[in-house]
C-alpha cells in the first residue's frame, strides 16, 4: 500500500463503494478505500442470500448500539460492519425519495440538491427492469431493481382482500412507490436478482476491483484524522494490530450515521463542549457534529390471526400501504406493512401490522463513548417525544385498526392481541417501539450560517479544506424512504463534487 493518494474513501458502506468506484473511473486518480469491516470473497450465504435476511441480525456482520426509549427501556440501533454496510444487511428494499423530500432540501439552502438536480442521479444508479423506458427511472445503472408482485399480477387471497381493502378506504392504486409523488397501495421494488442480494459491494465495488489505481484495505477501522492550518495531513487506522498514517490530497468520511462524527469527534472536530467531556484537544470546532439525529420509528401492532389456514409466507414484504397522517401534508408519511402469520406463545397464529413514521421532529444525538476508537458511541435517538411524532402513529395505528378490523379481512386477521384497545395505543407505541434502522443527520448539510451545519451543499466540511463527508450523516432532514438508496446517490454526487474540486 502506498503512503500517500489523491482520494482516500474512510468507509465501505453504501455510499462509500459508490463513491470508490465514480472516483476511480479515473485512471489517473490513485483511490483508497479503508473499510473497517470484512471484505469476504465469496460471500456468505447469509449475506448474499436474501432468503437468509433472518440470520443477519445475530451475525458479526451486524453492530448493535444500545439506544434508549423515553420511558427507560431500550432498543438497539443497528449499522452493517462487512463492506457494502447497510446494503449488505438490509431488507434489500429499494425506496426512493420522493420530490416533497428533495425540495425540502433544497429550501433548506441546498439548491443542488433539488429534486429536479437529484433525478438524473438516481436514473444514473437505477436498472429498472418494470419501468426502463420510464423518463423517472433509469435501464442501464449498476443497481439492479425490480418489483417481485404488482398490482396487475395474480394475489394470494390474504393479498387481494388487503389490496380491495385499502382502495375501498380511498388509498390510490400507486404501480410505482419510486415516482415523484407516490401514495397510496405500492407494491415493493427490491435489489434482488436471482435471489442474490445487490449490495452496493456487488453493483459498485466488484466491478472497479481491478483497476490498478484502486486499492481496498478491509478491516482497516480509521481512528482518527490528523489535521493542520485547516487541512487533513493524514487518516489514521489500525491494520493487523498496529496503527498506520497514510496522506490522500483529499478525504472523504464515508463511515456512517455513527462513525462519521465519531472519527470527526476523535480527530478534534465537533462541539467545544463534547469535546472537552471526553478530554479531546478541539482541533476545529463545528456544533453540529453528531447533532441532528434522525431514524424511522416502527410500531407493531399484533392481531390473532384468521379463520383461513395460509402459508406462512403469504404476505412477506411485497406490499406497503404509503399513507399520510394528516391530508393536509404534501407527501405520504407512514408505511403500514402487514406481515405473515407466526405462531404465538400458545402455538395459535398471531398477525401483525407495522406503522412506520417516515418523519421526525424531535432530534437526537450521537455521543462519544470514551477517547477510545473501538468503542461505540452512544445513540440517543429521542424519538416519540414530540406531541406531533405520536400523533401522527396513532393515525396509523387508527387506519390499521380499521383496515383491518373488517369483515372482508376477518379470514386472516382477528381481533387485536396487543395494543387491546385505542386507550393503550400511546403507551404501546412509546414503550415498544424498534426502527427502521434508518439513522441519519449526524453532520448535517447547510449553509455555513448555520451553526449546526457540518457540511456545505457540495459536501465539503465547513472550515476544512480537503474533507468532505458523503454518506447518510448529511442528511438534513431524513428521507420518507428506505434510507439505503439516498445514501447511494450521496455516495454518487460526493464522487462528483470531490472530482471538481481536483
Not at 69 to 86: C, N, T, W
Not at 192 to 197: A, L, P, S, T, V
Amino acid at each position: 500500500m502506498h503512503q500517500s493518494y489523491d482520494v482516500i474513501v474512510v468507509g465501505g458502506g453504501s455510499a462509500g463503494c459508490a463513491a470508490a468506484a465514480r472516483l476511480s473511473q479515473d485512471a489517473g486518480c490513485r483511490v483508497l478505500l479503508l473499510e473497517a469491516g470484512p471484505d469476504p470473497s465469496p460471500l456468505p450465504d447469509v449475506v448474499a442470500l436474501t432468503s437468509m435476511q433472518h440470520q443477519l441480525h445475530e451475525s458479526p456482520y451486524v453492530l448493535h448500539y444500545p439506544t434508549p426509549r423515553p420511558d427507560g427501556s431500550e432498543m438497539s440501533s443497528l449499522s452493517g460492519r462487512i463492506m457494502g454496510g447497510g446494503s449488505s444487511v438490509n431488507q434489500a428494499s429499494v425506496v426512493r425519495p420522493p420530490r416533497a423530500d428533495m425540495d425540502l432540501w433544497a429550501a433548506l439552502g441546498n439548491d443542488a440538491w433539488s429534486y429536479d438536480a437529484v433525478l438524473p442521479v438516481m436514473r444514473r444508479i437505477e436498472a429498472d427492469q418494470d419501468y426502463p423506458d420510464s423518463p423517472f427511472h433509469g435501464a442501464d445503472g449498476p443497481l439492479y431493481v425490480k418489483r417481485p408482485w404488482t398490482l396487475d399480477m395474480p394475489a394470494s387471497e390474504p393479498l387481494a382482500a388487503l389490496v380491495e381493502r385499502a382502495l375501498g378506504m380511498g388509498l390510490p392504486a400507486c404501480p410505482d412507490i419510486n415516482g415523484p409523488e407516490p401514495l397510496g397501495v405500492c407494491p415493493s421494488p427490491y435489489s434482488i436478482k436471482e435471489g442474490q442480494r445487490q449490495s452496493s459491494t456487488v453493483a459498485y465495488l466488484d466491478p472497479a476491483r481491478g483497476r490498478a489505481n484502486l486499492t481496498v484495505v478491509a478491516e482497516a477501522p480509521v481512528h482518527r484524522l490528523t489535521l493542520e492550518g485547516g487541512r487533513v495531513t493524514g487518516v489514521v487506522h489500525a491494520k493487523n494490530g498496529r496503527e498506520h498514517v497514510v496522506a490522500g490530497d483529499r478525504v472523504v468520511l464515508c463511515a456512517g450515521v455513527f462513525h462519521s462524527p465519531q472519527i470527526l469527534q476523535l480527530s478534534g472536530v465537533g462541539p467545544e463542549a463534547e469535546l472537552r467531556r471526553i478530554g479531546i484537544p478541539t482541533a476545529h470546532a463545528l456544533e453540529g457534529v453528531g447533532g441532528n439525529y434522525q431514524d424511522h420509528p416502527v410500531v407493531q401492532m399484533t392481531f390473532a390471526g384468521g379463520l383461513s389456514r395460509q402459508p406462512f409466507d403469504w404476505m412477506a414484504t411485497r406490499l406497503k400501504l404509503l399513507v399520510k397522517s394528516d391530508p393536509g401534508l404534501a407527501a405520504g408519511d407512514l408505511h403500514l406493512m402487514l406481515g405473515p402469520p407466526q405462531p404465538g406463545p400458545d402455538g395459535a397464529p398471531l398477525v401483525s401490522m407495522t406503522v412506520r413514521l417516515l418523519q421526525q421532529r424531535n432530534r437526537g444525538r450521537v455521543r462519544l463513548a470514551s477517547d477510545d476508537p473501538r468503542a461505540l458511541p452512544h445513540v440517543d435517538a429521542r424519538l416519540l417525544l414530540d406531541p406531533g411524532d405520536v400523533a401522527a402513529v396513532r393515525a396509523g395505528m387508527g387506519f390499521v385498526h380499521e383496515l383491518t378490523q373488517h369483515p372482508s379481512l376477518a379470514p386472516f386477521v382477528g381481533a387485536p392481541v396487543e395494543p387491546t384497545s385505542p386507550v393503550a395505543w400511546t403507551q404501546h407505541a412509546v414503550g415498544t417501539y424498534d426502527t427502521y434502522h434508518h439513522g441519519v443527520g449526524t453532520c448535517m448539510m447547510g449553509q455555513g450560517s448555520d451553526p449546526l451545519a457540518v457540511v456545505d451543499q457540495h459536501l465539503r466540511v465547513h472550515g476544512i479544506e480537503n474533507l468532505w463527508v458523503g454518506d447518510a450523516s448529511i442528511m438534513p432532514t431524513i428521507t420518507r424512504a428506505s434510507t439505503n438508496f439516498t445514501a447511494v446517490i450521496i455516495g454518487e454526487r460526493v464522487a462528483e463534487f470531490v472530482e471538481a474540486a481536483a
